[in-house]
C-alpha cells in the first residue's frame, strides 16, 4: 500500500539537473461541486504515480497519475452515475523572471500534491457527468425518463402564438 500524502518535499530529494524518480503514493480528493451538484470521489484517497524530474536552474518537471470513480446524479436523467476519469497532468516549476513557468502548486520546494490532484480532476472531467454515453435525459415537457420510455413516447405540439393569426385568416 501507498503511503498517504498530501505534500511533497521536493527540496529533500537532491535531484541534480536530468535525475528524475517516481513514485506510487496515495493522495486524498476531496468531494466535488460540478454543476451545481457535488460528487464523491470514490475511494476518496486514490493511488496515483508522481514522476519527478530537475531540470536545469533549479526547476522541477512534475507528472501525475491517477484514476477516479465520482458518485453522483446524471446531468441528463438524475439516475445514479459513476463516471470513470483518468487524469494525467503535467506541471513545471522553472524560478526565474518568467511567470508562466512557475507552478501555483510548488512553494518553496513543497509540492501541494492534495490541491494540485483536486485540480487536475476538475479539469479532467467531461462536459456532462452521465449515467452512461447513450443516456436520453428527461422529456421536457412531462418530466419522463426518456431512458425507459421507449420510442414512442411523443406528445403534440402546441401551435406557435406568433402564427396564431394566420390561423383565422379564411380563403373564400
Given at each position: ?20 524518480r ?69 506541471e ?41 454515453a ?21 406528445h403534440e ?16
Amino acid at each position: 500500500m501507498a503511503p498517504r500524502t498530501d505534500s511533497f518535499d521536493l527540496g529533500r530529494l537532491r535531484l541534480t539537473s536530468g535525475e528524475g524518480r517516481r513514485f506510487e503514493l496515495e493522495v486524498s480528493l476531496d468531494p466535488l461541486r460540478f454543476g451545481g451538484e457535488t460528487y464523491a470521489v470514490t475511494p476518496a484517497a486514490v493511488d496515483a504515480i508522481l514522476d519527478i524530474s530537475r531540470m536545469t536552474h533549479h526547476g522541477y518537471a512534475l507528472r501525475l497519475r491517477f484514476d477516479a470513480s465520482l458518485q453522483g446524479p446524471c446531468m441528463r436523467c438524475l439516475e445514479a452515475a459513476r463516471p470513470e476519469i483518468s487524469v494525467d497532468s503535467r506541471e513545471v516549476d522553472q524560478p526565474g523572471e518568467v511567470e508562466e513557468l512557475r507552478s501555483p502548486y510548488v512553494e518553496d520546494d513543497v509540492l501541494d500534491l492534495h490541491a494540485w490532484a483536486r485540480d487536475a480532476l476538475a479539469l479532467a472531467l467531461p462536459a456532462q457527468l452521465l449515467c452512461r454515453a447513450e443516456c436520453a435525459g428527461l422529456c421536457a415537457v412531462c418530466g419522463a425518463d426518456l431512458n425507459g420510455a421507449g420510442p414512442e413516447h411523443a406528445h403534440e405540439r402546441e401551435p406557435d402564438p406568433r402564427w396564431a393569426k394566420l390561423g383565422e385568416i379564411r380563403f373564400e
